[in-house]
């Protein structure tokens, strides 16, 4: 009968594990979509930048 106890443990064992691990995977992808989320704003202001550059023509002379 104590082998039903230590069947148990074992499950509580691996039950506490699943869920500490389910939390720092959560963390870690609220992690990534953060990352990604300031990723797009950091795109919008390099084309505001780049919309702001203007072209200059070069004129070569051949000589």
């Excluded at 959560?26 to 390099?46: P, Q, T, V, Y």
Aim: without cysteine; glycine residues 6%; proline residues 2%.
């Amino acid at each position: 009968m104590i082998w039903v106890l230590i069947f148990g443990l074992i499950a509580l064992a691996g039950l506490i594990t699943l869920i500490s691990y389910a939390v720092w995977l959560w963390h870690k992808a609220s992690d990534l979509f953060s990352e990604l989320e300031m990723l797009g704003k950091r795109l919008e202001e390099l084309g505001d930048l780049l919309a702001q550059l203007q072209p200059t023509e070069f004129s070569s002379s051949a000589s």
